[in-house]
């Protein structure tokens, strides 16, 4: 396979804590992009000390819109010649090791967007009760109204390819849910017409503290996505 550039991008509320462990677990040969979405610890100065380009939100904004304002600046640089982005959360949790096989998978099946598997790989033997149990069903939802054949729609580690999201940048304008922005965008994705599959991936621990997403927050989060898209 001919040799890709890529970046990876990932956004951060308050990780000072786990930033030098997931940067130590990054490839070299990656150009490292972090969103700081309105920190109040250090994160941003861990992140500029540890080469992570930075870009920052002064207050929180939401991951939905912290992935957004990657996505755009990156995109939107001409000076950045990537062919692929690969989003990941920061805390520690997906493998950046596993990135070579997202860039083979779209590679081979002609994909825009390659999306983990947590089902496909380890479900994590104790992931939380959502995960097991919903995810499951919201994953069939969006499935049924997008024509995806997902089996894990809202995995966080994904990978973009560069040349296709250039060309439809306004797809990230329209975006209207902040922080469970998963399920629209695949609904928007799917009419404009990007092709996405999916590669099996294994969870790690999280490095430090736990989710803030909440169980119930977050389930109603992703119905009311669905329905206002």
Same mark, same amino acid.
């Given at each position: ?30 150009? +490292? ?19 992570? *380009? ?7 904004? #939401?991951? #939905?819109?912290?992935?957004?304002? #990657?996505?755009?600046?990156? +995109? ?28 083979? *998978? ?13 089902? +496909? ?54 975006? +209207? ?15 404009? #017409? ?36």
């Amino acid at each position: 396979m001919v040799k890709m550039r890529i970046a990876v991008l990932t956004s951060a509320l308050n990780e000072e804590l786990v930033l030098c462990e997931l940067s130590r677990r990054i490839p070299s040969a990656y150009d +490292l992009f972090l969103v700081d979405d309105g920190s109040t610890d250090n994160t941003y100065n861990v992140a500029k000390q540890l080469g992570f *380009k930075v870009i920052r939100h002064d207050i929180n904004l #939401g991951q #939905g819109y912290a992935f957004i304002t #990657g996505m755009r600046t990156i +995109l939107t640089n001409d000076d950045l010649n990537y062919d692929y982005i690969v989003y990941l959360d920061a805390d520690g949790q997906h493998d950046p090791s596993e990135i070579p096989a997202f860039i083979q *998978k779209a590679e081979e099946e002609g994909l825009d967007v390659v999306v983990g598997s947590r089902i +496909l790989g380890s479900n994590h033997s104790t992931a939380p009760f959502f995960r097991r149990k919903f995810l499951p069903f919201f994953t069939w939802i969006v499935n049924g109204l997008s024509g995806y054949e997902l089996t894990d729609a809202m995995c966080g580690f994904r990978a973009f390819r560069v040349a296709t999201f250039k060309s439809i940048l306004p797809v990230f304008d329209r975006m +209207l849910e902040p922080r469970y922005l998963a399920t629209e965008a695949f609904l928007r994705f799917a009419k404009a #017409g990007i092709k996405v599959g999916e590669v099996p991936v294994n969870l790690r621990d999280r490095l430090h503290g736990k989710s803030r997403k909440g169980f119930f927050r977050y389930g109603y989060g992703i119905l009311k996505s669905i329905v206002t898209t």
